[in-house]
T-cell receptor, first 112, second 110 residues
Framework: GENVEQHPSTLSVQEGDSAVIKCTYSDSASNYFPWYKQELGKRPQLIIDIRSNVGEKKDQRIAVTLNKTAKHFSLHITETQPEDSAVYFCAAEHSSASKIIFGSGTRLSIRP | DVKVTQSSRYLVKRTGEKVFLECVQDMDHENMFWYRQDPGLGLRLIYFSYDVKMKEKGDIPEGYSVSREKKERFSLILESASTNQTSMYLC?????????FGQGTRLTVV
C-alpha cells in the first residue's frame, strides 16, 4: 500500500541554523504534499504545501522542494527560532483517492 | 474558519467496553479521516470516508469500525476496547487538499 517515510525522527539545531526534514513516498500517483506542524498539546496545522507540478515553494523562512522522479520531498527551515520547536509531519495525497498518508513525524528542537 | 470538533478531550474506558468517538465538522467537507497518534509512529490512518455512508480502510483498521450517516459527522467505534488501543485519536476533514484537525481525544483503556 501507500507509504510515506520521514527522516530524521528527532532533530536538534542551534538557534539561527537551518533545519531539513526529508520524506519519500511510494505512490507515484500522489500529487499533493502538505507539511503540518504540531506544537505541544495542540492539533496539527498546515504550514506549507506543494503540488506535483511545482519543484519548489517558499514562504518566508520555510521552503519545500519536490523531486517527482525520485519520489522525495523536503522541508527547509532557515534562521530557526525557538517557536519552530514542534513535531513536523509530511504527508502525501492522491487527490482522486481522497486519502492522506502521513509520515511518522520529526521532533524538532531549537537550542538557544 | 473551519471547525472540527471531537466530542471528548479525555476518555477512560474499561477493557471490553464499546467506545464511540464522535467528530463533527462545519464546512461541508466531503472527506473525513480518523488517525491515531502514538509516540514514534506518527499519525496512522485508521479509516476515512469520502462521502456519506462511504468508508475505506486505512492502514490499521483492525479493532475499529466507523459510521458516516450524515456528511458532517464521522464516528469511530471500538467494538471491544483493548489496552493496546490506548492512544491519542485525531479526526480530520478536508475538501480538496488541506486537512483540518480536531483537538484530539486521549483515550485510555484500563
Amino acid at each position: 500500500g501507500e507509504n510515506v517515510e520521514q527522516h530524521p525522527s528527532t532533530l536538534s539545531v542551534q538557534e539561527g541554523d537551518s533545519a531539513v526534514i526529508k520524506c519519500t513516498y511510494s505512490d507515484s500517483a500522489s500529487n499533493y504534499f502538505p507539511w503540518y506542524k504540531q506544537e505541544l498539546g495542540k492539533r496539527p496545522q498546515l504550514i506549507i504545501d506543494i503540488r506535483s507540478n511545482v519543484g519548489e515553494k517558499k514562504d518566508q523562512r520555510i521552503a519545500v522542494t519536490l523531486n517527482k522522479t525520485a519520489k522525495h520531498f523536503s522541508l527547509h527551515i532557515t534562521e530557526t527560532q525557538p517557536e519552530d520547536s514542534a513535531v513536523y509531519f509530511c504527508a502525501a495525497e492522491h487527490s482522486s483517492a481522497s486519502k492522506i498518508i502521513f509520515g511518522s513525524g520529526t521532533r524538532l528542537s531549537i537550542r538557544p | 474558519d473551519v471547525k472540527v470538533t471531537q466530542s471528548s478531550r479525555y476518555l477512560v474506558k474499561r477493557t471490553g467496553e464499546k467506545v464511540f468517538l464522535e467528530c463533527v465538522q462545519d464546512m461541508d467537507h466531503e472527506n473525513m479521516f480518523w488517525y491515531r497518534q502514538d509516540p514514534g509512529l506518527g499519525l496512522r490512518l485508521i479509516y476515512f470516508s469520502y462521502d456519506v455512508k462511504m468508508k475505506e480502510k486505512g492502514d490499521i483498521p483492525e479493532g475499529y469500525s466507523v459510521s458516516r450517516e450524515k456528511k458532517e459527522r464521522f464516528s469511530l467505534i471500538l467494538e471491544s476496547a483493548s489496552t493496546n488501543q490506548t492512544s491519542m485519536y485525531l479526526c480530520a476533514s478536508s475538501l480538496v487538499a488541506e486537512a483540518f484537525f480536531g483537538q484530539g481525544t486521549r483515550l485510555t483503556v484500563v
